[in-house]
């Protein structure tokens, strides 16, 4: 039987307009910081949102592509992260929301998803009570209670007298919190705490402080990055550690992407954490070097790196579930039962009941591997570890 060349094209036509109909475009809307003093930051977020969709982009229903949309939040401004957030929600119609560095931020999206029913997921922001805002908030990333709690209570069998010094702002109060409930129910004595100003704080006064309180350990807590650094300089350079005050803390403080600036003044120093790039599991060799390759050699994935990486792997397991063809109220499901055993910081899980991370916490010690500084993972401290502030006191 001869196929006539107009039914030829008939029959074309018909295919391309059947292809068109069935692709489905996803937005994304990713709110970070990208410009100001604590753009680093948000650059390590961005590093891991773009790894991810570059290595895993094809790996999606036939037919389905992602577009994120990239919004700048520009630090800590909840009322610009909100109009932002509320752009994407409404003009750019986004199917997902996912970001962001701050707890303020986050808290001031978090109700507009509830009103829109638009799940956001969090990649770093780790305030404890951001999920009870909406029930279309999942988070990714952590909260200070599940690192300091554990390390708390880990430091009450080494130690009887420890000095708390936190940066002044939500997750300060509640990395101390969480420590020192851990740490008094070891039996241990806090002799002093202070809450540091988190805006160009001199460091210098507190020290001296704690010296003068001769604890036998300093818990601290500061935002990951330059802050971290000068607060154990002045550590060390007012003698602390030569009067043997241990530096211990959440690893917010020694974290990898800046831990090659500290210098020698990081060595020794004992954190938990959930992640570090020097751990020996193949997924995370293999995470570390596709960082290396994709951003340079000398570079260092940090916490947020994975953070963002694990939060585009719980969006593709949704819309891998659902087809391409993702409703609000399946996708929240779907990430409630989300499970990821080879996550670069080991496995992980979504809480069903919280929407909240699940994962291991890890006893690290600063030091030097193959002529560079590494947090060296010395055991488990805590296996699959929910948040301990909603284990013990519900919501805040």
Known sequence: MQIKPAACLAALALAVCAGAASAQTIKIGVISTYSGPLAAQGDQLDKGFKLYLKLNGDKLPAGVKIEPIFRDDTGPNPDVAKRLAQELIVRDKVQFLVGTVWTPNAAAIAPLTKEAKVPFISANAAGVNIPYLSPYFARVSFTLWQSAYPLGQWAAKKY??????????????????????????????????????????????????????????????????????????????????????????????????????????????ITAHHYSAAAERPANKAFVAAYKKEYGENLFPGFMVVGAWDAMDAIFHAIREQKGKVDPDRTMALLRQYKNPNSPRGPIALDPDTRDIVQNEYLREVRRVGGAL??????????????????LKGKK
């Open 374 to 391: 590494a947090n060296v993972e010395l055991e488990t401290l805590a296996t699959m570890i929910k948040d301990p502030f909603k284990e």
């Open 160 to 269: 009887k007298r420890v000095y708390t010094a936190v940066s002044d702002f939500a997750p300060g109060h509640e990395a101390e919190e969480g420590f020192i409930t851990g740490f008094k129910s070891g039996g241990g004595e806090i002799v002093g705490s202070v809450r540091i100003p988190l805006a160009n704080p001199d460091f210098v006064p507190y020290m001296q402080r704690i010296k003068d309180a001769k604890p036998d350990a300093l818990f601290a807590f500061n935002p990951a990055g330059k802050q971290a650094t000068a607060m154990m300089k002045t550590y060390s350079d007012l003698g602390l550690a030569k009067d043997g005050i241990k530096y211990i803390g959440t690893g917010d403080i020694t974290t990898d992407e800046e831990l090659q600036g500290m210098g020698d003044v990081a060595l020794g120093v």
